[in-house]
């Protein structure tokens, strides 16, 4: 059964910073890119695909948003990706979620809360 687990959220001022993990297991995770999505709680906003990393974790991809201040890696041995976030603005609030496509499917963590906020 494929899980996946996100931790690493919490509350933090504008320019702070937080390190989000997602342990997966159930699969290879070695041999699947993941991702990082996440659920802005504004009203009218819908998700937001934030970062990708291939499975070699040598190719990261940053949507135009977090570009810079965002940091994807993986730990191939841990089966752990994570997220560094830097310069936080309130924007970044939302709930973030862990992804990987196995099988034509989509699987997804429960989500960690990120708000920023002074």
């Known amino acids: 059964e494929v899980q996946l687990v996100e931790s690493g959220g919490g509350m933090v001022q504008p320019g702070g910073s937080l390190r989000l993990s997602c342990a997966a297991s159930g699969f290879t995770f070695s041999g699947y890119d993941m991702s990082w999505v996440r659920h802005p709680q504004a009203p009218g906003k819908g998700p937001e695909w934030v970062?990708?990393?291939?499975?070699?974790?040598?190719?990261?991809y940053y949507a135009d948003s977090v570009k810079g201040r965002f940091t994807i890696s993986r730990d191939n041995a841990k089966n752990t990706v994570v997220l560094q976030m830097n310069s936080l603005k309130p924007e970044d609030t939302a709930v973030y979620y862990c992804?990987?496509?196995?099988?034509?499917?989509?699987?997804w963590g429960q989500g960690t809360q990120v708000t920023v906020s002074s």
């Open positions: 970062s990708a990393i291939n499975t070699g974790g040598d190719s990261l």
């Open positions: 992804n990987v496509r196995y099988f034509h499917e989509s699987y």
